[in-house]
């Protein structure tokens, strides 16, 4: 039985005990071949899945997913989606993306919670200030949402921030995306799972990859092999983040990518304080409010490769300084837990997408910690290339090519930390 | 009133403190716990949950108190079995409105079909979430945030030993004191009061072990509550870990079991053993396990009226009957169905070990059918658990277990298997359409985890998700364990094979205050550096910014703007002499035969061929040829180089010298970072030479050419100069012993008065070095800045050997159209001034197509002044164009970088 | 927190030093292709296991060695110079 979910539907289920709502998706047995198989049950590998049917009409997909959907960095990112990137490529896609996710919960019907409250990035000295300008107006240029705040602006906005004569870090101003927000990050894993299996695609949980099969004349895929069998396709998605380079080698070929441990971190839950996501580079601290009222923080990467889904303690501490710092209220809030994801990061922190060098081979990686803004336009341009064997429109600046072009899009270089 | 005084034990007589609860007055004794005070003055409604507002009690006495959060003083969420009890605390119930007893959102049980598990993924989405979120939010979150800045201090320590032994309790003594008998250096962690176990014992009191981390650290918070500090962050290493953390007790499944009376049997006894409070009067025990018949018996030795039902013999809880306060509970049986009144009921469902920690370190979680519960299994050489926390019951049991670990801890051989019973008393699950609750605080009943089952959310971490089981400030202390017992049994498979939530970080909430402390705050955030002449430009009035090194920006005149005051030093500069405290320019020395040789292949230019005593700008570049920084060397002798740096690459240079050095080219030469050494004090102007002339300096001016160097003595002390300028001017930067700073710049200052020599700030530099079009790397240049963008294209040209970047600057990619080159830029209206940060806009591909990179009005040219990246920008002199800033536009001319004389005739 | 025991200064918390990331990379001459200088940029092995690596002790000595790490236990189980690889001297 497929159940539309609404208000309605929630009083007619109350009503009968909550006895009969269906399955939210089914968890078939892996079929023999599939037209394509997406290696990564995470919010890309997901969307890519919705919108090969969607958009492609292709339906008979799997998505394989080696633990629980939505286990890896889509359930452990700190939930923001904002698209205040410098160079254009990179304006365009994620504001694509911003203007999907606005879109999603009616789409979906599931809704996603996306809470545009808006990301304010302060800035501590006129020379930051100037680098704000500098930023703000090249993403305005590129059709973003972008503003630049006085430090008024920024007290009356976030009158919580440390204002103090002494200050480390005095508050000089600020830049501001008001369509940026907070999604519920479940919600959108449950969600394109949901209407993907509607539409035909096979999800399967508990299923780790385990080789990839590729002709040995052609060198084009043919299939891969699971801990649940093996499975033939010629078309082959992989979006593992973190854990992309293991499958590039399964498949004989490289990336340019090194893993790390990106930490967060969520306090008890308060009454509502925080009404904007508020950030600084100096402090090397983003925090935002969740609808539960837990605080939700991060700060930069681990500084050394691991594939180790737990975090440091001396980073916990930055991020802990941080906060005090920067909201000195916050020092008696306590943490209430803490925990890593394995991001992907290429030299200059923008993604892959499009193309391996293996014939049937399509890649969706190298999101570093910003691969959760990007899912839905991600997921559409993965779809793009499964289908068509082509490069998103959006996506052309991000392909692999790009290293041995030396054209790289650095936004490390324009953006302040990791979020 | 149904709580009460035990009245001969010793806490009845100890001394009296007064407190407030929502306002009321009431009294406790030195020693109790706030909710040990609470219950003894017969509070039962302490708090309210988080969905349904239902009315909660105190359900434990410890960790895993879900239900009796508070807010002390100010400071919210805080569990009552938590807080020590002091003299004067406010104590405020949580998330009720307009008050504890009657509370609007307790509608919200009405409603309880309809808020179902993940009711909110269902609905509001027409016609926007936002409309509905408000709503939401408030009603969401447990207490409110505190306000202005926390009376409490905190500190950090370290502290390393051979055996960390977590738990103070009878394992945890008992294993402290079987490895300090055996000559370990033992360290305690013990969250009571007490004496150590064993003279050799180190302990930490009133702590609470919070984390394991890599390589056997362990985190732990103290309670110090002196005055001027609340609490010590602690970071231990050790080479062994005992983990006695005990065990958890577990709640029953039944109807309205979240009753404010309904409590666990081992709190009771608790708070009648160690308390001297009675819980209640006419108690009914509902036992799955021996330790509930021994806390009966203490209930009963106490005088409370108490009746006990043993679960294994075929009783079972259905429901409790009571609002605010308990009245009665029905209880089915052989004989049928009961109803008891009472004002207590106290539940034994078994004892969960506390595996927080050993799963954090990293090992595997097993589940034991004999205790119901997940036990961890260590692998690892470094971490034992003991006692209560593998499952061994009875306090002499635990004892001779923790010894066993001890004895492993300091190097005896491995613990024996723990002793646990065959089979625990499986507790059947409540009927559909009950308020049975697993996770009391969040609200989560078995009709969630039903829900949550049948949508096909089945792995554990999908159903904490979607029903937030486990997600409260207890993190699934108390419903873990319960939670996957349930949830096997609706998707029809064993507890093992679906495993439990993980467990993170840390063990219980602390305040972010506290873990702040072991980095620092305020100016220990991030250290800046003051300049040796530090409090002498604070006598010369000097204004200062933050570049790392606290600099002065400018040396105002009484009500003079920095704008004014840029102005005026500059023009002082240009017309006569300015002296500016360049100390925190990097200084990086290289001695040795191979020195040259080694700087060749770190540089763009060649310093190798750079002539004794003289000197010559220099750039560096990573290996993907992007601008990195820039400066000068000079050559001190023929194997003797000093290069400076910005002074903000000051440090990031001199590491990338010795990785390259070290790990790549292990030439033979020496290198060392001298900036905080050497003090620099620049004299500028056409009068500078002047002023060097009459400071009794031994060097020949007469024969010191622009960019040369010369060591000789200035006044009695020895110095460097270099003869550069980053104003146009001729400049003297005078190096001198960093102790010497302020006699110098006071000396110059003495023998310039005739010149006009002035202090001159940043301000003022940044006037001056634009228009000669000199740059900032890093504010001029941008991550994809090439040499040949910046107009060093021939040198790289000429150099054929190979240094770092070398190879990416032969790339296509690097003489491809279209690359933002560097420009100046002047505005068609001579008084407009560009902001910093403004776009060229007009671009083919984007609508921008430059930055201007630098700004201000030129006091020599009398005219607003830029430098640009510019697309192609080298080809285009003398376009106009338009520059944009958020909303404004600007016509300005593309023109070489230095309109200041471009010749450099002044230099002379 | 990692406890690296310096060669030089013997074992130092994590924050003493910084991590240089894959070691044992070899430095192509000017002749190489494009392909091959952007491999020598850009790939790294980022093996989920064992991996040789630099790191500097930067608040210490400020000498440069190599360590053999688990990328997912972080077990150290081997330091030795930078000099040499694992097998022994270069």
């Known amino acids: ?419 | 009133m149904s709580g009460a005084r035990i009245p001969d034990h010793p806490r009845a007589s100890a001394r009296a403190l007064r407190f407030r609860f929502d306002g009321r007055e009431l009294e406790g004794r030195e020693g109790d716990t706030l909710a040990a005070a609470l219950l003894a003055n017969g509070v039962r409604l302490v708090a309210r949950s988080f969905k349904y507002h239902r009315p909660r009690g105190i359900i434990g006495s410890g960790f895993s108190e879900t239900n009796a959060l508070v807010s002390v003083n100010g400071t919210p969420n805080l569990p009552a079995t938590r807080v020590m009890l002091a003299a004067g605390l406010d104590v405020r119930s949580l998330n009720r409105w307009p008050s504890l007893a009657f509370d609007i959102g307790a509608v919200n049980g009405l409603l309880g079909g309809l808020l179902s598990a993940g009711f909110y993924y269902k609905t509001f989405i027409w016609p926007r979430w936002e409309l509905f979120e408000a709503v939401i939010r408030r009603a969401a979150g447990l207490g409110r945030a505190p306000e202005g800045r926390d009376p409490g201090r905190y500190d950090s320590r370290a502290a390393a030993c051979d055996v960390l032994v977590v738990g103070g309790g009878p394992a945890g003594r008992a294993a402290a004191r079987s490895a300090a008998e055996r000559g370990a250096d033992v360290l305690l962690v013990a969250d009571a009061r007490g004496e150590p176990p064993h003279p050799a014992v180190r302990q930490l009191a009133r702590t609470v072990a919070l984390g394991v981390y890599d390589h056997t650290l362990v985190t732990a918070i103290e309670d110090v509550d002196a005055p001027g500090l609340r609490q010590r962050f602690w970071k231990i290493r050790a080479n062994k870990i005992v983990l006695a953390c005990g065990a958890f007790e577990r709640p029953l499944l039944f109807e309205n079991n979240d009753r404010p009376g309904v409590m666990l049997a081992g709190a009771v006894r608790d708070y009648i053993e160690r308390h001297g409070v009675a819980p209640g009067r006419r108690a009914v025990f509902l036992v799955a396990e021996d330790s509930g018949l021994a806390a009966a018996d203490v209930a009963r030795a106490a005088g409370i009226e108490t009746r006990v039902f043993d679960l294994r013999e075929g009783y079972r809880p259905v429901r409790a009957i009571g609002g605010k306060s308990l009245r009665a509970v029905d209880v089915a049986g052989p004989e049928g169905t009961a109803r008891i009144a009472c004002d207590l009921v106290a539940m034994s469902g078994g004892w969960s070990p506390a595996v927080q920690l050993a799963s954090q370190s990293g090992a595997g979680l097993r589940f034991e059918p004999g205790i119901g519960a997940f036990v961890s299994e260590h692998q690892c050489q470094t971490v034992r658990a003991c006692g209560a926390a593998r499952g061994v019951s009875g306090e002499a049991e635990c004892g001779a277990d923790g010894a066993a670990a001890g004895l492993w801890a300091a190097g005896g051989e491995d613990m024996p298997p723990a002793v646990m019973p065959v089979s625990a008393h499986v507790h059947p699950l409540p009927p559909p359409g009950v308020k049975a609750f697993v996770d009391f605080q969040t609200d989560v009943s078995t009709d969630d985890l039903r829900l949550a089952t049948l949508e096909n959310y089945r792995s554990v971490e999908h159903v904490k998700r979607y029903t937030v089981w486990g997600m409260g400030v207890d993190q699934g202390k108390l419903s873990a364990v319960n939670g996957v017992v349930a949830l096997a049994a609706l998707q029809g498979t064993e507890p093992g094979a679906l495993g439990v939530t993980k467990f993170r970080p840390p063990f219980a909430p602390v305040a972010f205050g506290a873990l702040a402390a072991g980095h620092g705050l305020g100016r220990l955030f991030h250290r800046w550096k003051q300049l040796p002449a530090h409090d002498w430009h604070v006598a010369r009035g000097a204004e200062f910014e933050d570049y790392g090194w606290l600099r002065p920006t400018h040396y105002p005149l009484p009500g003079e703007s920095i704008e004014a005051a840029a102005q005026r030093e500059a023009l002082a500069v240009r017309h006569g002499a300015g002296l500016i405290d360049s100390s925190s320019f990097g200084k990086i020395e290289f001695k040795g035969p191979e020195a040259g040789r080694f700087l060749d292949l770190m540089s763009v230019g060649s310093p190798s061929t750079i002539p004794v005593g003289r000197i010559r700008y220099n750039l560096l570049t990573d290996e993907l040829g992007t601008l990195i920084d820039d400066g000068v060397v000079a050559r001190l002798a023929e194997d003797h180089f000093l290069m400076t740096a910005s002074s903000g690459h000051a440090e990031r240079v001199f590491r990338w010298m010795e990785q390259w050095h070290q790990c790549e080219w292990p030439l033979d030469v020496v290198m060392q970072d001298v900036t905080g050494k050497w003090a620099v004090l620049t004299l500028a102007g056409p009068r500078a030479r002047t002023v060097l002339d009459r400071a009794q300096c031994d060097i020949d001016t007469s024969a010191f050419p622009h960019n040369a160097m010369r060591q000789g003595h200035l006044a009695g002390a020895p110095v460097r100069i270099q003869r550069v300028s980053f104003t146009g001017e001729p400049s003297y930067e005078i190096a001198v012993a960093a102790d010497r700073a302020e006699a110098l710049a006071e000396w110059l200052m003495q023998c310039g008065a005739a010149e006009g020599l002035i202090p001159f700030g940043l301000e003022a530099l940044d006037l001056l070095r634009l228009e000669k079009g000199y740059i900032h790397v890093g504010g001029d240049t941008d991550s994809r800045t090439q040499p040949a963008d910046i107009g060093w294209g021939k040198g790289i040209a000429r150099k054929q050997s190979d240094f770092v970047g070398k190879r990416s600057l032969l790339h296509a990619a690097s003489s491809a159209p279209g690359r933002e080159q560097l420009v100046g830029l002047q505005p068609v209206d001579a008084r407009d001034v560009l902001p910093v940060g403004a776009h060229i806009i007009g671009g083919k591909t984007h609508p921008s197509q430059g930055i201007v990179t630098s700004s201000g009005f030129s006091p020599a040219l009398r005219r607003g002044l830029s430098l640009a990246l510019l697309e192609a920008g080298q080809s285009r002199m003398g376009e106009v164009l338009t520059v944009w800033s958020q909303g404004r536009k600007w016509q300005a001319r593309v023109s070489p970088v230095c309109p200041f004389d471009p010749q450099g005739e002044r230099l002379a | 927190m990692l406890l690296i025991h310096c060669p030089h200064c013997g074992a130092r918390d994590e924050t003493e030093f910084v991590s240089g990331g894959e070691a044992h990379l070899k430095r192509p001459a000017l002749d190489v292709s494009d392909a091959a200088w952007a491999d020598y940029l850009f790939l790294r092995a980022n093996p989920r296991g064992a991996l040789n690596e630099r790191w500097h002790h930067l608040y210490g000595c400020r000498r440069w060695f190599h360590v053999t790490r688990d990328t997912v236990s972080h077990a150290i189980t081997a330091i030795y110079p930078i000099d040499e690889t694992p097998a022994g001297k270069a």
């Open chain 1, 1 to 419: 039985m497929k159940t539309r979910y609404s208000a309605l539907a929630l009083l007619r289920h109350a009503l009968s005990g909550n006895r009969h709502w269906p399955q939210a998706w089914r968890s078939p047995e892996p079929r023999d071949r599939y037209d394509v198989v997406i290696v990564g049950g995470g919010g890309h590998g997901l969307a890519a899945a919705y919108y090969l049917a969607k958009r492609h009409g292709i339906t008979n997909v799997a998505v394989l997913e080696k633990g629980w959907i939505g286990g890896g960095n889509t359930g452990r990112n700190t939930t923001i989606v904002r698209s205040d990137y410098y160079y254009p490529a990179s304006a365009a896609l994620f504001d694509h993306s911003v203007s999907l996710y606005e879109r999603l919960s009616r789409e979906l019907n599931f809704n996603i919670m996306f809470s545009q409250r808006g990301m304010l990035t302060v800035a501590h000295s006129r020379g930051e200030v100037d680098f704000q300008r500098r930023l703000v107006n090249g993403m305005a240029l590129s059709g973003v949402d972008m503003e630049m705040l006085s430090a008024a602006d920024v007290r009356r906005i976030a009158p919580y921030l440390n204002y103090a004569p002494g200050a480390r870090y005095p508050i000089l101003g600020g830049m501001r995306q008001r369509r940026a927000g907070t999604v519920r990050h479940d919600a959108v894993v449950w969600g394109y799972a949901r209407a993907a299996d509607r539409l035909g695609v096979d999800i399967i949980q508990n299923c780790a990859v385990t080789g990839i099969d590729r002709d040995p004349a052609s060198g084009v895929v043919t299939g891969v092999r699971t801990t649940r069998g093996t499975i033939a396709t010629t078309k082959l998605g992989l979006a593992v983040a973190g854990h992309s380079t293991m499958l590039a080698d399964m498949a004989g070929f490289r990336l340019p990518l090194t893993s790390y441990a990106l930490q967060a971190f969520v306090s008890e839950p308060l009454k509502p304080v925080l009404d904007t996501i508020v950030s600084s580079a100096q402090l090397g601290i983003y925090v935002s409010q969740s609808d539960k009222g837990g605080l939700v923080m991060g700060g930069n990467a681990d500084p050394y490769a691991s594939y180790a889904q737990r975090g440091s303690i001396p980073n916990a501490e930055a991020v802990a300084a941080g906060l005090v710092e920067f909201i000195p209220a916050f020092s008696r809030v306590r943490l209430l837990r803490q925990w890593a994801g394995i991001v992907d990061y290429a030299h200059d922190s923008s993604p892959i997408l499009g193309n391996s060098p293996v014939p049937g081979i399509v890649l969706n990686c190298g999101w570093g910690g910003g691969g959760f803004k990007a899912i839905p336009a991600g997921g559409e341009a993965f779809a793009h290339t499964l289908a068509t064997g082509a490069p998103h429109p959006l996506a052309r600046a991000f392909s692999l090519d790009r290293f041995r072009d030396l054209a790289l899009v650095d936004e490390a270089a324009a953006a302040g930390i990791s979020h």
